[in-house]
């Protein structure tokens, strides 16, 4: 997914479903970490693709705290 789409579709989303979604990119990131150290990894560029969606992630999450407030 593209990181326009990526930040759309976050967009529309509440702090609780944010907060879910980074739960499990912060559980894909930890395996693909895992896989890497063990040499079962093939792609290693999806680690950069998941940390980056996590920083997007915790983005869209910052700015829905300050339009809350």
């Known amino acids: 997914m593209k990181s326009k789409e990526f930040m759309n579709n976050l967009n529309g989303k509440s702090l609780a479903e944010l907060n879910d979604e980074l739960v499990a990119a912060k559980k894909e990131l ?33 700015v829905e705290q300050k339009a809350a407030n």
Do not use: G
Request: charged share 25%; hydrophobic share 35%.
């Open 30 to 62: 930890f395996n693909l970490k895992f896989q890497n150290a063990t040499n079962q990894l093939d792609n290693t560029s999806r680690i950069k693709e998941v940390r980056r969606n996590i920083a997007r992630i915790q983005t869209a999450m910052s």
